[in-house]
């Protein structure tokens, strides 16, 4: 008898967990999440899983179904709905320092913690024992807050003990990866307590999740081993900011954003990464990025410089914060014309053009794929050249077949 999960079975087979913890949550101890070669975040089903913890996987988990775009005044095909587009960073300079780019999610938060509306934020943030590594943490003041601040590229599972959370009441801002995000607004279809509970739901455009082995031969370029790094930081403290492990012997060695990511995150993306319809948190309240300057290659500059942060407002109950926020002046804001994006996030432009060419190989191919409706692949496909799509479907297709995805 095969009492697993069928929906964590196929999506683990179709290479299309994002390993965002929510199975692990709603299985009662049947499910735990665990590391697992080249170093992501994947469920291990240890027992039966109830029918009932079935129903809530089958119909959250986004290998299975990504939530769709809700109604806004404006929804562009690649950068979701929204109400306000806007750069800007956190008036605190130790939180647009902290932050990844201008620190605007750490601030949004510690402000919604300020005028309670929420008693406290669920994020991650590097594990004291294993520092590259990511844990989930509970926050509770602005220090906490800025604990967890910066980006840290590599797995988290951020819904494992939503479950217990969502038990525990209150208020709750969370933060996560727009998988994330999708399967806890997916999980509210189905469970009151997300809507009661979670009234600010924030997130980030993601260009994937690397595996830990990046962060491996990262350290190993530097000149050290995991081994003897006591504390790892992916960026921040600067925008970019550099990663930095410093060693038990008081040691910092550095490297820049450009090299870390471009030279060994990037080449070590999960496979639902590749083919990912919202990658720009299009169901999140509001969605931070890195508003990068173009240069004159028509490609991002990463030179350091102030932190400042692309933010997308896409809910009223985000336009209230963002708004209450900038009245504070606990965000410094000016507004961006949508068409702007593309001039700063031209990886995520040319992923989302490609989704659709890219999923048509697992069609034809006969593999699993997320249910993306609502979420404008088809239009965004619109903008892809026939010489682009057709290269990505071939690739994919030959990807497949070879087993290399
Ligand atoms: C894997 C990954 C890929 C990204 N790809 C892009 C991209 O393609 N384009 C782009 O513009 N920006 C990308 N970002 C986001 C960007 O780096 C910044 O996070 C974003 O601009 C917000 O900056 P901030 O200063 O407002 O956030 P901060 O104030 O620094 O807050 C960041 C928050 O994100 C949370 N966080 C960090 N890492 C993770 C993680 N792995 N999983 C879940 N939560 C996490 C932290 O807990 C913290 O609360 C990516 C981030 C990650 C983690
Ligand atoms: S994507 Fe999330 S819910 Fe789905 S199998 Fe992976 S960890 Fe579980
Ligand atoms: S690219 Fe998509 S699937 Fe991959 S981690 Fe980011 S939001 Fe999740």
Redesign the pocket.
């Known amino acids: 008898m095969n009492s697993g999960s069928e929906a964590v079975d196929r999506v683990l087979k179709g290479q299309l967990c994002t390993g965002c913890g929510l199975c692990a949550s709603v299985s009662g101890g049947a499910i735990v999440m665990q590391m697992e070669a080249p170093g992501y975040s994947r469920p291990k089903q240890l027992g039966p899983v109830t029918p009932d913890a079935e129903r809530l996987i089958a119909g959250a988990c986004p290998g299975v179904v990504v939530a769709e775009w809700e109604e806004a005044p404006h929804t562009h095909p690649y950068w979701g709905p929204w109400r306000q587009v806007v750069t800007g960073?956190?008036v605190d300079p130790e939180?647009?320092f902290?932050?990844?780019?201008?620190?605007?999610?750490?601030?949004?938060?510690i402000h919604a913690l300020q005028i309670g509306l929420v008693d406290r934020?669920i994020?991650?943030?590097a594990d004291p024992q294993n520092p590259t590594r990511?844990i989930v943490?509970c926050?509770s003041t602005p220090a906490e807050?800025?604990g967890?601040?910066?980006?840290?590229?590599?797995?988290?599972s951020?819904l494992t003990q939503m479950d217990g959370i969502l038990a525990d009441g209150g208020s709750i801002a969370f933060?996560?990866?727009p998988c994330?995000v999708s399967a806890l607004r997916r999980l509210g279809e189905f469970d009151p307590r997300v809507a009661r509970h979670v009234p600010l739901m924030?997130s980030?455009?993601?260009?994937?999740?690397?595996s830990h082995d990046g962060v491996e031969r990262m350290l190993a370029t530097m000149g050290t081993h995991r081994d003897e790094v006591t504390a790892f930081r992916?960026?921040?403290r600067g925008?970019?900011g550099s990663a930095a492990a410093t060693t038990i012997d008081g040691r910092v060695f550095e490297m820049s954003y450009a090299d870390s990511w471009g030279g060994h995150?990037s080449k070590e993306v999960q496979f639902r990464c590749k083919i990912c319809p919202d990658?720009v948190g299009g169901v999140a309240d509001i969605a931070?990025?890195?508003?990068?300057y173009g240069g004159e290659s028509g490609y991002p500059q990463f030179n350091e410089q102030d932190?400042r942060?692309?933010?997308v407002v896409r809910s009223e109950a985000g336009e209230r914060l963002l708004e209450s926020a900038r009245a504070q002046k606990a965000l410094d804001v000016e507004a961006l014309d949508i068409n702007e994006i593309d001039l700063?996030?031209p990886?995520?432009a040319r992923r989302k053009r490609l989704v659709l060419a890219r999923t048509a190989a697992l069609t034809v191919t006969g593999q699993p794929k997320p249910r993306t409706r609502g979420t404008h692949v088809f239009e965004a496909a619109k903008a892809a050249t026939i010489g682009e799509a057709g290269r990505n479907f071939a690739g994919t297709v030959r990807r497949i077949v070879l087993g290399r995805r």
Request: aromatic share 8%.
């Open positions: 960073h956190a939180v647009r902290e932050g990844s780019s201008g620190g605007a999610i750490s601030a949004l938060v934020v994020h991650v943030k990511n943490t926050s807050v800025l967890g601040a910066g980006s840290r590229y590599t797995a988290s951020p933060i996560g990866k994330d924030l980030f455009f993601c260009g994937g999740m690397p992916y960026r921040g925008w970019p995150l990658a931070c990025a890195d508003a990068w932190g942060s692309l933010i700063m996030q990886s995520q």
